[in-house]
C-alpha cells in the first residue's frame, strides 16, 4: 500500500516514548513492502536527522515548526473562541494542511496513518463523509494515549487556579477524540486502559451527536507499545551503587509532575535512612524548579539535560524510579528499562498496560511511605535487583519486542483493504 504517515515530532532518535513507538512502527511498514512517505513537523534541532528517514521511507517531507510561550497563549484564547482543544489549535498549521492536499491529490495515497491526536485533524479532509461516493484514503489514527484522561489526571494534581481550564480541556479533548474515532476507519490503542477510555470519549460523542444521526462503531484495536530487545541488552550495573536513575522528557507535564513529587516527598525520606543515596534526572528541558531542588541536595541530585547516551548513566545506577501521577498510554522508559535489566520501581500508573508482576518483574507503590520503602528495599537489596533485571529482561523479550508485537497492525491493514 501506498501510506502517507503524519507525525506531530520526526520520529528519530528515537531517545523518547513518542518517538520510540513511531520508529519501530515506521520500520515495521517499510519492512512489510508498503511504500511509506512520511510527512512530519521539524525543530531546527531535528533537521540533521532527516536523512536516517529518508534510508526506510520512499519520501520525507518536513514542516519546520517552532514553539513559544508567547504563542501558546495566543492558541489558548484561540480555542476557547473556537471550542476546539488547545492542543489541536496548537498544532493546527496552514503549510501543513496544504503538504497533505499536495501529496493526496498528485500520488495514489491509499492510507493516511495519522500519528497522535494532534496530526488527526490533517486527514479529516479525505474521510468517506466528507467526501461521500468518492473514493478515499483508509483512515488509521494511532493513539499514542487516550488524550483526554491524561488532562484529567493532571487536573486532579493541578493548583485550584488551574483546575477549572484543566476541565474545561478535558472535556473539548474527550469530545474531540470522539469524533475522530467516530471518523477515522480504525484506532490503534495502546493499552487495554486507554481502548476503554477512548470507547467512553465515542460513547459521549455519540450522546452529544445524536440528533445529527451519528452511527454508533467502535473500531480499536490495542496494539502495546514494543521495543527492540536486540539493541537493548542488559546494562553491567556497578555493584553497591546508591544512585537511584529517572529519566523522560521533562518539558512534558505528567513526567515532570512525578519526578517532582519523587524529589519533594519520597527522595528526603530515602535519604533520612540511606545518606548515601543519589538522584541523577536525565531529560531535555529540565524545569528551573529541578535546578533550584538539586541545589538543596549537593552532591546528592544531579540533572544532566539531555544526554545522547544513556549507558554510562544506568551502569551507576542500583535501579530507576518512574514516578507517574498522572499519565496514559504505556511508559516506554519501564519497558526499556526492562530490556535493559534495570531494576524499577513505579506507580500503579506508571504499570498500566504493561503486564508486569508486582514484586517479580517491578515494584509498584503510589504513597510517598510506600514508595521510599519499596525503593530503600531494593538499595540494600542486591539480590532482589538482579531477580528483577532477569524477570524485567524475560517479559521485554517474551511480550514486547516489536517484531512480534506489530504483527498485528498486518491485520488491522489487511481487514480495511477487504
Known amino acids: 500500500m501506498n501510506i502517507l504517515f503524519l507525525t506531530q515530532i520526526l520520529p528519530y532518535p528515537p531517545d523518547a516514548g ?51 510561550r508567547a504563542a501558546d ?3 489558548w484564547l484561540r480555542s476557547n473562541w473556537s471550542g476546539r482543544p488547545f492542543l489541536i489549535e496548537r498544532d493546527d498549521q496552514r503549510a501543513m494542511r496544504a503538504r497533505v492536499k499536495q501529496i493526496v491529490d498528485s500520488s495514489d495515497i491509499d492510507a493516511i496513518h495519522a500519528d497522535q491526536l494532534g496530526m488527526a485533524q490533517y486527514a479529516l479532509p479525505f474521510s468517506n463523509q466528507q467526501n461521500g461516493a468518492q473514493r478515499t484514503p483508509i483512515l488509521i489514527f494511532d493513539a499514542h494515549n487516550a488524550v483526554w484522561k491524561i488532562v484529567e489526571r493532571m487536573k486532579e494534581n493541578a493548583p485550584w487556579l488551574l483546575q477549572f481550564p484543566a476541565s474545561l480541556e478535558a472535556k473539548r479533548v474527550k469530545a474531540y477524540e470522539g469524533r475522530i474515532i ?20 465515542v460513547a459521549a460523542y455519540e450522546r452529544a451527536s445524536t440528533s445529527n444521526g451519528v452511527e454508533s462503531k467502535l473500531p480499536i484495536t490495542v496494539v502495546p507499545i514494543a521495543v527492540d530487545t536486540h539493541k537493548l541488552q542488559p546494562t553491567d550495573r556497578e555493584l553497591g551503587s546508591k544512585n537511584i536513575l529517572t529519566l523522560g522528557t521533562l518539558h512534558y507535564p505528567p513526567n515532570a509532575d512525578g519526578i517532582r513529587w519523587f524529589v519533594q516527598e519520597v527522595f528526603p525520606q530515602v535519604l533520612e ?17 529541578f ?5 538543596q541536595y549537593p552532591q546528592r541530585i544531579e540533572v544532566t539535560g539531555y544526554v545522547p547516551d544513556l549507558d554510562p548513566y544506568m551502569q551507576q545506577a542500583a535501579l530507576m524510579v ?3 501521577r498522572a499519565g496514559g498510554g504505556m511508559r516506554v522508559r519501564i519497558l526499556e528499562a ?22 517479580e518483574d517491578v515494584l509498584v507503590a503510589d504513597t510517598p511511605e510506600a514508595f521510599s520503602r519499596q525503593v530503600l528495599c531494593l538499595l540494600e537489596n542486591p539480590g532482589l535487583q538482579a531477580s528483577l533485571a532477569l524477570n524485567g529482561r524475560r517479559l521485554a523479550e517474551q511480550k514486547y519486542d516489536w517484531h512480534v508485537i506489530l504483527e498485528e497492525m498486518d491485520r488491522v491493514y489487511d481487514r480495511q483493504r477487504l
Request: hydrophobic residues 40%; charged residues 20%; contains cysteine.
Open 18 to 68: 513518542p518517538r520510540v513507538k513511531t520508529w519501530h512502527v515506521l520500520q515495521y511498514l517499510a519492512a512489510q513492502g508498503h511504500r511509506v512517505t512520511l510527512l512530519s513537523f521539524v525543530r531546527p534541532e531535528e533537521q540533521p536527522y532527516v536523512p536516517v528517514l529518508e534510508e526506510i521511507c520512499s519520501a520525507v517531507h518536513a514542516i519546520p515548526i517552532r514553539r513559544s
Open 73 to 75: 497563549i495566543f492558541y
Open 182 to 201: 467516530q471518523t477515522f476507519d480504525h484506532t490503534l490503542a495502546v493499552t487495554e486502559p486507554d481502548r476503554e477510555a477512548l470507547a467512553e470519549a
Open 273 to 289: 535512612r540511606e545518606p548515601q543515596a543519589s538522584l541523577t534526572i536525565v531529560g531535555k528541558n529540565p524545569p528551573a524548579d
Open 291 to 295: 535546578l533550584h531542588m538539586a541545589e
Open 322 to 324: 518512574v514516578a507517574v
Open 338 to 359: 526492562f530490556a535493559r535489566g534495570m531494576p524499577v520501581v513505579t506507580t500503579t500508573v506508571g504499570l498500566e498496560g504493561i503486564q508486569g508482576r508486582p514484586g
